[in-house]
């Protein structure tokens, strides 16, 4: 007869333990890794100039990946408007309209508005072209391989953390 005895069982099983109570937080990590890798993507990708002409950068300084309020794993990249009780809107509620989008005066027979030159201009209404980049941009980005990736260097990290390797 042989006995084995393994030292060290007790160690591992509570290092596994504490391992297993962290998947959300690592899965959240995951998911915002993604998300930022995503943004970064949309600004040098598809808001330096490529899809929106205005120079003055207000919107590449809007996006933000946020988590979504009381949502469990959810995360967004998007814009904030400034304008709303703390709601995040995304980009492409404007821009990603089929054939654009047409504003018309609410309170007044012409809109007024001041232009980038300093002139102030008036219209019945305005036509914002379509411009869809969040729709190009999410096609063309590697979700995939991101997400692989973040998971592997987020789960090596805790790993190493717990003492596990």
Known sequence: ?????????????QALTEFGKSANSMLNRILLTVAKAYKKSVISNYLSGQYLKSETGKTIKSM??????????T???????????????????????????????????????????????????????????????SNAFDFEGNFNTATETIIAKEIKKRGLE
């Open 75 to 137: 995360y967004y990249v998007g814009s904030k408007i400034q304008n709303m009780k703390s709601a995040f809107v995304g980009l492409a509620n404007i821009y990603e309209h089929e054939g654009g989008v047409d504003i018309y005066p609410k309170n007044e027979k012409i809109l007024r508005f001041l232009t980038e030159d300093g002139q102030w201009r008036s219209s019945y209404h305005i036509h914002l072209p379509q411009h869809s980049f969040m729709t190009d941009s």
């Open 1 to 13: 007869m042989i006995k084995i005895t393994v030292e060290g069982v007790d160690e591992a099983k």
């Open 64 to 73: 933000m990946a946020y988590r979504g309020k009381g949502e469990k794993n």
